[in-house]
C-alpha cells in the first residue's frame, strides 16, 4: 500500500465527510433560519413535518426535485442550465482550504484536518468568489427577464465593489500570520483572536461578507418586492434549489471564513477543537440570520456609495495603520 | 310701399302687422329665387358647446345622437316620429330661432341654435318626469324580464331618480293572456303609447289598442286572445319597460348573460336584419337588427320566434357514414373518394349537385366549384322547379329595376301580381303599408285572398292568366278580358301613367319562370326616361339569388330527376335541401331518387335527404356560423355568428342543472358551417376573409364579397346570372268536370320547413284546412269550420272548411303544412281533387 | 451625521427581535385550535328561505352577474302560479372568493354568507354545489323579508292585494 493510496483515500473521505456535513448542515440552516426568523416574528415557524418541523428540508428536496424544470421561452438555455450549478459549485470548492481542526495524529500518520492545505489558501477563496460573480450574472442574463437582468447587474457591481474592502480587510489578517495559508492563519491566533487585535477590519470585513454573499440586508440583486426574485425570478425546481443551497453553503463558507481569519479557528479551551470550529461557524450563521430579522433594506444606491465611499477608505487606512504599528513594534 | 297689397278684411281696410309683412317678404324670397340657387339646407346648431351640422328636417333630439349626446326618452322612435308625450326629453334651448324649455323630439334643428341637454331647468324637469313615471311602478324588476335592457331602468338612473317619495298605494291592472309570443304584466306600463304606435300606426294591426283615461290607461286587447297581427312581436321591442316581453323566452336568460350579433334572418328571401341572441348553447330569442336599406327597424314574427330549429331535439348533429357515426374528417374524406369514384367510373355527369337557397353564399361558390372540379353541369340550387327558374329568370333579368325595401316605402303605386307577401315574405306587406301610409296605392291581383296591413285593390284571377295580364298591361292592350276585370285593369293604367315610383311585386310560387319574365319585361315596357317602374320578386330562401347567380344555364331539378330514373346520375349531393319533400312532385322524386347509388347530405336539420343519407355531414345553423346571403334584390348582406353549436343545457341536463361530468370537447358540437366543410372537401384550407378573397379571384362578377361586413346596409351585386334552358311548354290543367281544381300555396305558418322546426311557431300551425269562396263552399253544401275530406291522387285527407269572399271562385286552396297530411301540397301547380262533407259516423 | 445615532440605529433593532426570539408566538394552530368567526364573516354562502318557508331566490341573476369570477350559474324558470324560481342554481365554491358582492346584489335576501369558513375538499367536484347543497331552512339574516309581497305583481297576493296597492281597476268603466 502506498503513500499516494492513502492520501488519495484519506482526501476522499475528507471530501465526503465535508460534503455530508455542509449539505446537511446547509439544509438544516434553512430551516433553522425559518424557525429563528419565525420567532423573531412571533410565529413558530415550520412545525408540521416531523417533530418541530425536523423533516421539513427533506420535503423541500423532494418538492423541488419534482416540480417542474421550466426554462423561459428565448432564453438561453445552456447558459441557463448551466448558471446555477455555477453557483453551488464555487461556493462548496471554497471548503478545500478550510481547515476545520489541527492536524490529527493517526497511526503515526499526521493527517492535515483540511483537504488542501494551500499556501494561498486566501487568494484561493478571493478567486472562488469572484466566480461566484458568474452564477449570478450568467443565470440573469440568460433568463431573458428584465428582473433577472437588473438582478444581474446589481450582483455583479456589488460583487465587485464589495470584493475591495473585503479583501482590503483581510491584509491586517495576513499581515500579522505572515501568511495567505488558512491553516497557519489559525495558528497565529493561537492566543488572541484577530477580532480583538483588529477590530476594524473585523466589522469592515462582515459589513463586505454580508454584501458578497447577498445576504439580508444586502440583498439587493433578489430584491423581492422590487424586482420579484431577481437573477433567480425565473428559475424553478431544482435549478432554483442549487441557487438556495449555494446561498445557505455560502452561509457556511462565511462563517467557516469569519471563524479562520477573526475567530481564531478551532482555537479555544476545553471542549475539542472541532467543536469549538462547528460552534463558531454556528454562531457566526446565527449573526447573520438575525441580521436578517433585524436590518432593513438600503438603497440600492446607498450600498455601493457606503461601499466605495466609507469602507474601501476604511479599509485601506486600516491597513496603513497596522502597517505603521507593526512596523514600530517589530522595528 | 305695400300699398299694392291693400286688403280689405270684412269691409275694413286690413292693417298688415309687422310679422305678416316679414312672411309675405320670405315667400317672396323663396318664390323669386330659381329652384336650382337653393341650396340644400344643412342646419349647424351647438349642442353642449359642441357644433353640429344635420340635414334639414332632423330634430334636435337626433341631432345630439349625432354627437353621441343621449337624451332621455321614451316616445320617440326613428321609425315611429315624434310626439312629444312623454316629456323626458327636455333641453334648455338658449339661444337662436327658438328659446325655453322644449322637447328636443320636437323641435327641427335650425340655424344658430344653441341647446344645452345639461341645464339644472331641464335636468329637473326630467328628474320629476321620471319620478312621475315611477310612481306606479312595481318593484319587481328582480323577476322582470326586461331588466338588464330596460329603458326605463336607463332612464331611471339617467334622469337622477333614486329614492322613491310617494307614499301612497300604487295602481294595479289585470293582465290579458295575448297569445303565445307576447306576455303580459300590466302593472308596469308607464302609458307611453310606444306598443300601440307600433301596432296600430306602424304595422297595422287592429286589434290592439288602448282602453281608459288618467290612470287607468290599460293596453291591451278588447277581450283575452292571440294577438293577430304577423308583426305583433314588434311591440317587444317597442315597449320601453316589461310590459310586453317575449313569452318563448320568458325567464330564459338576462341581456347580460346573452350572446348576441349581427344576423340575416334566414326564413324569407327579404334578407332582414336581425340580432340573434343565445345561452347555454341555444338559441333563445331574435331582436330586430337595424338596416335601413331593408327591414328597417322592425321584423316580422316568423323571423322573430323562427329561431328555434337550431335548437331542435332531432337535429342531427353526428357526421354519419352508412349508418354508422364517424368523424367529420372521415365523412368528408368518403364524400370526396365516393363521389370521384362514382365520377370516373360514369362520367363526371353521373353526379348531381343540389344546393338550396338556405346555405350561405359562401357554401354556394364552393358547390358550384365541387361541381366543375368534377366536371359535373349537373348542378342545381334549388329542388322546386317552378321557384328554380323564377328565382333564376330575375337574377338574368335584373338591372336597374330592382327595388329594395327602403324604396318601397317610398313608392307611390305598388301592384302585387301573385305575390302573397304575409306567406312569402312577411317584412314585405309592412313595407307596402308604409308606402300606403305616405300616400301611396296598392293593387293585388291573385287568385288568393291577399291578406295585407292596408287598404288595397283586389283582382282575383286565376293563376296561369297572371302572365297574361301582364303582357297586356306591357302593351297596354286590355282588349283580351272581360269587362268587370277591365274596369279594375283601365285604372290601373291610369294610375301607372302618373305613378312616379311604381313597384310591381311577384312571387316565385305563382309566376314561375316564365311569370317572372312577364314581370321583368311590363316593367321595362312601362319604364320611361322620366321614371322607372320597379320590380321586387320573392324568392324561396335567403339565398335563392345567390345560387341563381350560379346556376347558369343548368337543368333544373325535374330534369335531373329524370336523368336519375334512367340511370344516367347515380350520385346526388344535398347542401342543405330536401329533394323527397321539396321538389315541385314529391311522390316522382321519392320515386326517383331511390335508384341513387350515393346520397350525401349536407344538413343542419333532420330532413328526409338528411335521414337517408349514405354519408351525411352536419352544418351549422344561420346564428351559429358567419357567411353571407344574397338577398331577392341582389343585395349581398354579411352575417356572424352567435353561438357554438352543441346540445342545449336544457337538454343536456333535463331541465335540472347540468351534469356533472365534463368533457373535453361539448356535446354536439360536430356541426361546422357549410363552407368550412365544403372548403375542407374541396382542400382550401382556408378562413373566411381568404375564402371570399379567393372567390373574388375565381368570380370576378362577385367584386366586393370580400369587403363586406356585417350590421351594413351590404351591397348590391351588379352580377347577372343565365336564363335558365327553355321549359317544356306544360299542358293546361284541364278541370275535368266532376273535379274541382286544386292549388297549393304558402301559407303564413306551417309552409316554411325551418319556421316549421321552431317550436314557438309551430304552436301557432293552424289544423290542415282548405280555402274557398262562400259560394262554393254553398254549392258543395259546406259550411265555414266544418270538417271535410279533400280526395286528390295522393289519397284522402280530413281538412276544415275556411271561406274568403276574396278568392277566386272557381277554384280551392290548400296551403302546404309540413308534418301534416298537407305536406305534399308543393305550392306551383294546380292539382284535381273532391272535396266532400264529412259524414258523421 | 450623527454616528452615535446610527450606531445606536444599527443595534437596537438586534436588541430587540432578540427579545422577541424568547416571546410566545401568537401563531393560532389551526387544526388543533380554532376561532369563533365573527356573525358577518364571509364565507360559504347559502339559499335561504322566506319566512314561510318558500324559496327566496327569483333567479334574477343579479348575483351571478356581481360575481366578479363568475362563480355563480343558474337557470329561471316559472312556477305554476307565476313564481319566477331558479330551476337549477350553482356556484363552484373552488372559483368563488368570498367577496360576499352576490348577497349585497341579492334582492330578495336570498344568497347569504355565513361564517363557515371550512369548506375545502381534495375531490374540485364536491365543491360545485347544487341548489339542494346550498338551500337552508330558515330565513338567515333577515327574519321577515318575503320579496313578493312587496313586488307588487301579485304573486304571493292577490293582483292589488299587496298593502300598498289599490285593487286592480276596470279599464272599460264609464267613471271619468
Redesign the interface.
Same mark, same amino acid.
Given at each position: 500500500m502506498n503513500d499516494l493510496l492513502i492520501s488519495l483515500i484519506l482526501i476522499l473521505v475528507k471530501l465526503g465527510l465535508i460534503f455530508g456535513v455542509v449539505l446537511s448542515m446547509a439544509a438544516y440552516l434553512v430551516l433553522a433560519e425559518r424557525k429563528i426568523l419565525g420567532r423573531m416574528q412571533m410565529r413558530y415557524g415550520p412545525n408540521r413535518i416531523g417533530p418541530g418541523g425536523m423533516i421539513q428540508p427533506l420535503c423541500d428536496v423532494i418538492k423541488l426535485i419534482t416540480k417542474e424544470d421550466f426554462v423561459p421561452a428565448r432564453a438561453d438555455k445552456w447558459i441557463f442550465l448551466f448558471a446555477p450549478g455555477l453557483t453551488a459549485l464555487t461556493a462548496l470548492l471554497s471548503f478545500a482550504v478550510v481547515p476545520f481542526s489541527p492536524p490529527l495524529t493517526l497511526f503515526g500518520r499526521e493527517i492535515p484536518m483540511v483537504v488542501c492545505d494551500l499556501n494561498i489558501g486566501l487568494l484561493y477563496l478571493f478567486g472562488l468568489s469572484s466566480l461566484a460573480v458568474y452564477g449570478v450574472v450568467l443565470g440573469g442574463w440568460a433568463s431573458n427577464s428584465k428582473y433577472s437582468l437588473l438582478g444581474a447587474m446589481r450582483g455583479l457591481a456589488q460583487m465587485l465593489s464589495y470584493e475591495l474592502s473585503l479583501g482590503l480587510a483581510l491584509v491586517p489578517v495576513v499581515m500579522t500570520a505572515k501568511s495567505f495559508s488558512l491553516t497557519e492563519i489559525v495558528m497565529a491566533q493561537s492566543t488572541w483572536p484577530n477580532m480583538l487585535q483588529h477590530p476594524l477590519a473585523f466589522i469592515i470585513f462582515m459589513v463586505s461578507i454580508t454584501a458578497e454573499s447577498k445576504r439580508t440586508p444586502f440583498d439587493m440583486p433578489e430584491a423581492e418586492n422590487e424586482i420579484v426574485a431577481g437573477f433567480h425570478t425565473e428559475y424553478s425546481g431544482m435549478r432554483f434549489g442549487l441557487f438556495f443551497v449555494g446561498e445557505y453553503i455560502n452561509l457556511i463558507v462565511i462563517g467557516a471564513m469569519t471563524t479562520v481569519f477573526f475567530l481564531g479557528g478551532w482555537n479555544g479551551p476545553f471542549l475539542p477543537p472541532v467543536v469549538w470550529f462547528v460552534g463558531k461557524v454556528l454562531f457566526v450563521a446565527f449573526l447573520f440570520i438575525w441580521a436578517r430579522g433585524s436590518m432593513p433594506r438600503p438603497r440600492y444606491d446607498q450600498l455601493l456609495r457606503f461601499g466605495w465611499k466609507v469602507l474601501i477608505p476604511l479599509a485601506l487606512l486600516n491597513v496603513v495603520i497596522t502597517g505603521a504599528i507593526r512596523l514600530a513594534m517589530n522595528g | 310701399m305695400f300699398q299694392f297689397l291693400r286688403l280689405e278684411y270684412k269691409g275694413l281696410p286690413y292693417r298688415w302687422t309687422q310679422h305678416d309683412k316679414r312672411i309675405v317678404f320670405y315667400v317672396f324670397l323663396r318664390v323669386s329665387v330659381p329652384p336650382w340657387r337653393i341650396d340644400l339646407k344643412m342646419p349647424k346648431l351647438t349642442i353642449d358647446n359642441l357644433e353640429v351640422t344635420v340635414p334639414d328636417g332632423t330634430n334636435v333630439l337626433e341631432a345630439a345622437r349625432e354627437l353621441d349626446i343621449v337624451i332621455p326618452h321614451f316616445c320617440y322612435h326613428e321609425a315611429l316620429g315624434s310626439v312629444g308625450s312623454c316629456r323626458l326629453c327636455a333641453m334648455m334651448f338658449v339661444d337662436g330661432p327658438v328659446k325655453g324649455l322644449q322637447m328636443a323630439c320636437m323641435v327641427q334643428a335650425q340655424d344658430g341654435m344653441v341647446v344645452s341637454s345639461t341645464d339644472p331647468d331641464a335636468m329637473e324637469l326630467r328628474e320629476h318626469v321620471i319620478e312621475w313615471a315611477m310612481t306606479n311602478h312595481?318593484?319587481?324588476?328582480?323577476?322582470c324580464d326586461e331588466?338588464g335592457e330596460c329603458q326605463l331602468q336607463e332612464m331611471t338612473v339617467a334622469g337622477g331618480h333614486g329614492v322613491r317619495r310617494y307614499r301612497g298605494?300604487?295602481? @294595479?291592472? @289585470?293582465?290579458q293572456d295575448l297569445g303565445p309570443f307576447v306576455q303580459q304584466?300590466m302593472? /308596469?306600463c308607464i302609458t307611453c303609447y310606444r306598443c300601440v304606435r307600433t301596432y296600430r300606426d306602424y304595422c297595422g294591426g287592429t286589434d290592439y289598442g288602448v #282602453?281608459?283615461?288618467r290612470? /287607468?290607461?290599460?293596453y291591451g286587447r278588447f277581450q283575452d286572445g292571440a294577438l293577430e297581427s304577423p308583426f305583433s312581436g314588434n311591440i317587444i321591442d317597442a315597449c320601453p319597460t316589461g310590459v310586453l316581453t317575449s313569452k318563448p323566452f /320568458? #325567464?330564459? @336568460?338576462?341581456l347580460?348573460?346573452l350572446q348576441e350579433g349581427p344576423s340575416i334572418c334566414p326564413h324569407c328571401s327579404l334578407g332582414c336584419a336581425t340580432i340573434p341572441g343565445g345561452r347555454?348553447r341555444e338559441i333563445q330569442r331574435v331582436k330586430a337588427g337595424i338596416n335601413r336599406e331593408t327591414n328597417g327597424f322592425f321584423i316580422c314574427d316568423r323571423g322573430r320566434f323562427g329561431y328555434d330549429h337550431a335548437n331542435h331535439p332531432e337535429r342531427p348533429r353526428q357526421a354519419r357514414l352508412d349508418g354508422q357515426p364517424v368523424t367529420v374528417d372521415a365523412a368528408l374524406l368518403a364524400a370526396r373518394e365516393q363521389v370521384a369514384a362514382i365520377a370516373s367510373k360514369h362520367g363526371p355527369d353521373s353526379v348531381a349537385f343540389l344546393g338550396s337557397p338556405r346555405s350561405s353564399f359562401e357554401a354556394s361558390v364552393l358547390l358550384h366549384d365541387w361541381a366543375k372540379a368534377t366536371g359535373s353541369l349537373q348542378l342545381v340550387y334549388e329542388a322546386h322547379q317552378g321557384r328554380d327558374r323564377a328565382a333564376r329568370t330575375l337574377a338574368a333579368r335584373l338591372g336597374k329595376q330592382v327595388r329594395s325595401q327602403e324604396e318601397l316605402r317610398q313608392s307611390d303605386l305598388v301592384i302585387l301580381f301573385g305575390a302573397d307577401p304575409l306567406a312569402e315574405g312577411p317584412m314585405l306587406a309592412l313595407a307596402i303599408r308604409q308606402a300606403v301610409r305616405n300616400g301611396g296605392k296598392v293593387v293585388v291581383i291573385d287568385p288568393r285572398p291577399v291578406a295585407l296591413p292596408c287598404v288595397a285593390k283586389h283582382l282575383p284571377l286565376p293563376p296561369e292568366r297572371l302572365s297574361e295580364v301582364l303582357m297586356a298591361l306591357g302593351k297596354n292592350d286590355l282588349n283580351a278580358f272581360e269587362a268587370d276585370e277591365r274596369s279594375l285593369l283601365e285604372s290601373l293604367v291610369e294610375q301607372l301613367k302618373v305613378a312616379q315610383r311604381p313597384v310591381l311585386i311577384g312571387g316565385a310560387d305563382l309566376l314561375g319562370g316564365q311569370g317572372v319574365q312577364a314581370l321583368c319585361s311590363a316593367a321595362e315596357q312601362l319604364s320611361s326616361e322620366q321614371r322607372s317602374v320597379g320590380v321586387i320578386t320573392m324568392l324561396a330562401g335567403p339565398n335563392s339569388y345567390g345560387g341563381a347567380l350560379l346556376s347558369g344555364h343548368g337543368p333544373d331539378f325535374d330534369s335531373v330527376l329524370d336523368a336519375v330514373q334512367e340511370g344516367t346520375v347515380r350520385a346526388l349531393v344535398c347542401l342543405e335541401s330536401d329533394p323527397f319533400r321539396e321538389a315541385r312532385d314529391p311522390a316522382r322524386a321519392q320515386a326517383a331518387l331511390g335508384h341513387l347509388e350515393l346520397l350525401v347530405s349536407f344538413d343542419s336539420t333532420a330532413n328526409l335527404a338528411a335521414q337517408r343519407a349514405d354519408i351525411f355531414l352536419p352544418t351549422r345553423a344561420n346564428a351559429e356560423m358567419a357567411g353571407s346571403y344574397v338577398n331577392n334584390e341582389g343585395r349581398l348582406q354579411a352575417f356572424l355568428p352567435v353561438i357554438d353549436p352543441g346540445v342545449p343545457? /336544457?337538454e343536456t341536463?333535463a331541465?335540472?342543472?347540468?351534469p356533472?361530468e365534463f368533457f373535453q370537447t361539448t356535446p354536439g358540437s360536430a356541426p361546422e358551417a357549410d363552407w368550412l366543410l365544403l372548403a375542407g372537401l374541396l382542400d382550401r384550407k382556408l378562413n373566411l376573409v381568404e375564402l371570399r378573397e379567393s372567390i373574388e379571384r375565381d368570380h370576378p362578377q362577385f367584386a366586393g364579397l370580400s369587403s363586406i361586413t356585417a350590421e351594413t346596409t351590404g351591397v348590391r351585386l351588379t352580377a347577372r346570372g343565365d336564363l335558365p334552358p327553355a321549359e317544356e311548354q306544360e299542358l293546361p290543367h284541364a278541370a275535368t268536370a266532376e273535379a274541382l281544381t286544386l292549388m297549393a300555396i304558402t301559407g303564413q305558418v306551417g309552409s316554411r320547413w325551418l319556421a316549421h322546426l321552431s317550436s314557438p311557431l309551430a304552436a301557432t300551425e293552424p289544423q290542415p284546412y282548405v280555402l274557398l269562396h262562400p259560394e262554393l263552399a254553398a254549392e258543395l253544401n259546406l259550411a265555414t269550420d266544418e270538417r271535410a275530406r279533400l280526395t286528390t291522387h295522393f289519397g284522402h285527407c280530413h281538412v276544415i272548411i275556411r271561406t274568403d269572399e276574396k278568392m277566386l271562385k272557381g277554384l280551392v286552396m290548400v296551403p302546404q303544412l309540413w308534418d301534416t297530411a298537407l305536406e305534399g301540397m308543393v305550392p306551383g301547380g294546380l292539382l284535381d281533387c273532391r272535396l266532400e262533407k264529412e259524414v258523421q259516423r | 451625521m450623527n454616528l452615535w445615532r446610527d450606531i445606536k440605529g444599527t443595534l437596537q433593532p438586534f436588541w430587540i427581535t432578540l427579545g422577541y426570539l424568547f416571546k410566545k408566538p401568537v401563531t393560532i394552530q389551526y387544526p388543533e385550535e380554532k376561532r369563533t368567526p365573527p356573525p358577518r364573516y364571509r364565507a360559504r354562502i347559502v339559499l335561504t328561505r322566506n319566512p314561510d318557508g318558500t324559496e327566496r331566490c327569483?333567479?334574477?341573476? *343579479?348575483c351571478?352577474?356581481a360575481c366578479p369570477v363568475d362563480c355563480i350559474s343558474m337557470?329561471?324558470?316559472?312556477d305554476d302560479d307565476g313564481r319566477?324560481y331558479a330551476?337549477?342554481?350553482?356556484i363552484n365554491f373552488a372559483r368563488c372568493i368570498f367577496c360576499g358582492l352576490c348577497a349585497e346584489a341579492c334582492?330578495?335576501m336570498a344568497i347569504q354568507t355565513t361564517p363557515d369558513y371550512e369548506i375545502c375538499n381534495r375531490d374540485v *367536484?364536491k365543491l360545485?354545489q347544487? &341548489?339542494e347543497d346550498l338551500l337552508i331552512d330558515g330565513c338567515g339574516k333577515d327574519t321577515e323579508y318575503n %320579496?313578493y309581497e312587496?313586488?307588487?305583481?301579485?304573486?304571493a297576493n292577490e293582483?292589488?292585494g299587496n298593502e300598498?296597492? %289599490?285593487? =286592480?281597476?276596470? =279599464? &272599460?268603466?264609464l267613471v =271619468?
Open positions: - | 312595481p318593484h319587481d324588476c328582480p323577476v331588466g298605494k300604487k295602481c @294595479t291592472f @289585470t293582465n304584466e302593472n /308596469r #282602453f281608459g283615461s290612470n /287607468r290607461i290599460q /320568458r #325567464f330564459k @336568460t338576462r347580460w348573460d347555454y343545457i /336544457r341536463g331541465g335540472n342543472h347540468p356533472r | 327569483v333567479a334574477c341573476q *343579479l351571478s352577474a337557470q329561471a324558470a316559472e319566477r330551476s337549477w342554481f350553482r334582492p330578495t *367536484l360545485v347544487e &341548489k %320579496y312587496h313586488s307588487g305583481i301579485g304573486v293582483r292589488g300598498d296597492e %289599490y285593487g =286592480p281597476v276596470d =279599464p &272599460k268603466a =271619468p
